[in-house]
């Protein structure tokens, strides 16, 4: 069984520019959650979607969006990038959650490199 | 006060050793935890689950979990060099789905 998948590995933009993320759950899995893990930091986190709905949202600015579609895929959009966006960006799925968070499963996250 | 607070490391422990990670969280509501484990460069994984007052063990690995002291701890015996790693704390249940910021682990040789 395929486990969490992320697109791209590495992505490297210039400031102000827009970055894309992707992200596929393991299947059977409904919910996606979106993980910043700066250098050397803890894991951030920036969004929650389950069924197609944004269901929590982190303590980011509104540059951060991002969308579930149909098939349980996701999407990170990062807006006007600034230098400190530069991080690991995780993904993560789990079954529906029945009262906040259930197991996680991590994908190996992409790195967004801003110069 | 942040929701959950580990002990700060870097945690260093010569091979062989018991290492006692320590985690505290504020939110009287979260009755169960997860431990991950993150090596170097690599996403967390799930090591351990523990929704009861008391141990969970899982090989060489403990987990304490003490509801009234809102207190979960991760004990790993007998460490190896492959136990060297980030351990992240996370509440169930938790609508901030946060986690606490990690021990760093370095197991000695």
């Known amino acids: 069984e395929a486990g969490v998948t992320q697109s791209p590995t590495h992505l490297i933009k210039t400031r102000g520019q827009q970055a894309t993320l992707r992200c596929s759950p393991i299947?059977?899995?409904?919910?996606v959650y979106w993980y910043q893990q700066a250098l050397g930091l803890g894991l951030q986190f920036l969004l929650w979607y389950d069924e197609g709905e944004e269901r929590n949202r982190g303590n980011f600015p509104p540059r951060f969006s991002g969308r579930q579609f149909p098939n349980y895929s996701s999407e990170l959009n990062v807006n006007a990038l600034e230098l400190e966006d530069s991080a690991l960006y995780l993904c993560?799925?789990?079954?529906?959650?029945?009262?906040?968070?259930?197991?996680?499963?991590f994908g190996s996250g992409t790195q967004l490199s801003v110069l | 006060q942040k929701e959950v607070e580990q002990n700060s490391g870097p945690l260093s422990v010569p091979e062989g050793a018991i290492a006692s990670l320590n985690c505290t969280y504020s939110?009287?509501?979260?009755?169960?935890f997860f431990w991950y484990r993150q090596y170097s460069g690599k996403s967390p994984e799930l090591i351990m689950f523990i929704y009861s007052n008391g141990d969970k063990e899982d090989g060489r690995f403990t987990a304490q979990l003490n509801k009234a002291s809102q207190y979960v701890s991760l004990l790993i015996r007998d460490s190896q060099p492959s136990d060297s790693a980030t351990y992240l704390c996370a509440p169930r249940g938790d609508y901030k789905l946060s986690f606490g910021a990690g021990t760093t682990v370095t197991v000695r040789a």
């Open positions: 299947s059977g899995h409904t919910s």
């Open positions: 939110d009287r509501g979260s009755q169960s």
């Open positions: 993560a799925s789990s079954l529906a959650p029945r009262g906040g968070n259930e197991k996680l499963f």
